[in-house]
């Protein structure tokens, strides 16, 4: 269940509210997550139906397919995988899931992370424990299994927080991960309710939600992108907004859809965590996952999201990288297709580009006259970098 909406007066604002309800004190970086985490997560394709088997299964897959090399190196587990607790009140998983710290030496035993997931609420969204008063105890145990990256989802939270205490009660989880020494990625989840880039980045969290669930659908993959768009000044190196997991290959999208998906996540410097089946995807799935071209956009170095302008059916996203080029993604909002003219002296760059390639053709674009006219799908996208050297 995602929570409302909690605050409806300017962000600034509800950010100095937070900060005066709810002293905290500023972690340091954990020194992860310098590009955009990657990876996958189980709840996209598998939902609580998740098990051992099934984890190891797609961590062999990772390790097989290409994508460890690309830099997809989280395997996340999300809700599903709890048990119950002992008398000591150390948690365990359920029976599908019978030995964490096995689990996570064969994941690592695959040059892999294991990442898993808990609720600062006492029941997680689908009503497994949470870790409402075991923080410590939880990270403890997290960190004794080898656990890389912890997901934490608000939900049943706020049963037990006032909204005021929402930051706070992510701190509590936050200092637990510190206290056990080992390195962690943290991920927080509160849907962006809270003014969320107020405190996170405060708290050492190395990604946290701007927007609702994502669903495999066009509609929910723009409106949780243009969700984030207003956050890029908040966004870089070790802390990154997150518009949620990639849908790409879950089937309810067309292929030129998923590719315009990948691309914005890219544009928008966000984590990049694949959702899908990887034991079964189409070769259509696996080049759109896959191409290295626009993983190097959303791992630049520079750690800029992309500013987003809009013309009538036509959305411009604009990424400065490191090297001083840009990236541009031009996408078609209109369930038709389009004819998109493109000029070479307003891509953003301060003087005409000597090479401007199209990433998904993996081809140079050629300007006449300094004008290019390209044909866009449906909900397509042209994704170019263009460099002045």
């Not at 809009?310 to 996408?331: H, I, N, Q, Y």
């Amino acid at each position: 269940m995602v929570p409302l909406r909690i605050c409806t007066m300017p962000a600034v604002l509800c950010v100095a509210i937070y900060v005066a309800a709810c002293a905290r004190i500023t972690i340091p970086s954990n020194g992860l997550a310098s590009t955009p985490p990657m990876g996958w997560s189980s709840w996209n394709a598998f939902g609580t139906r998740i098990d051992d088997a099934t984890v190891r299964a797609t961590a062999d897959a990772i390790a097989a397919n290409g994508m460890r090399e690309a830099g997809y190196i989280y395997v996340n587990i999300d809700d599903g995988w709890q048990g119950t607790r002992d008398s000591q009140g150390n948690l365990r998983g359920n029976p599908r899931f019978p030995d964490m710290g096995a689990l996570a030496a064969y994941i690592h035993s695959k040059g892999l992370k294991l990442g898993i997931y808990s609720s600062p609420g006492k029941v997680t969204c689908s009503g497994y424990i949470g870790s409402y008063g075991y923080e410590k105890q939880d990270a403890a145990t997290f960190a004794a299994w080898g656990i890389d990256y912890l997901k934490y989802d608000w939900c049943s939270a706020s049963d037990e927080y006032a909204d005021r205490q929402i930051p706070k009660a992510y701190q509590k989880m936050a200092d637990a991960l510190r206290a056990t020494g080992r390195p962690i990625a943290f991920s927080v989840c509160e849907y962006g309710v809270a003014n969320v880039t107020g405190w996170a980045p405060e708290l050492g969290a190395n990604l946290w939600r701007t927007s609702n669930d994502i669903k495999d659908s066009w509609q929910s993959v723009l409106g949780n992108v243009e969700m984030q768009a207003v956050y890029g000044s908040f966004a870089g190196p070790g802390h990154w907004n997150d518009p949620d997991m990639l849908e790409v290959g879950n089937g309810s999208m067309s292929d030129d859809e998923y590719r315009t998906h990948m691309s914005l996540w890219a544009l928008s410097a966000a984590p990049l965590i694949a959702g899908n089946d990887l034991r079964t995807m189409s070769a259509a799935t696996a080049s759109t996952l896959l191409n290295a071209e626009v993983i190097a956009i959303d791992q630049d170095s520079l750690g800029k999201q992309a500013t987003m302008s809009r013309e009538g059916m036509l959305e411009t996203w604009t990424k400065p990288l490191a090297d001083g080029s840009v990236a541009v993604g031009f996408v078609n909002l209109d369930s038709a297709a389009a004819r998109v003219t493109i000029d070479d002296r307003n891509l953003g760059l301060n003087r005409v580009p000597l090479s401007t390639r199209d990433l998904w053709a993996h081809d140079e674009i050629q300007f006449v006259n300094h004008l290019c006219s390209v044909s866009l799908p449906q909900h397509g996208v042209l994704l170019l970098k263009a460099s002045t050297h």
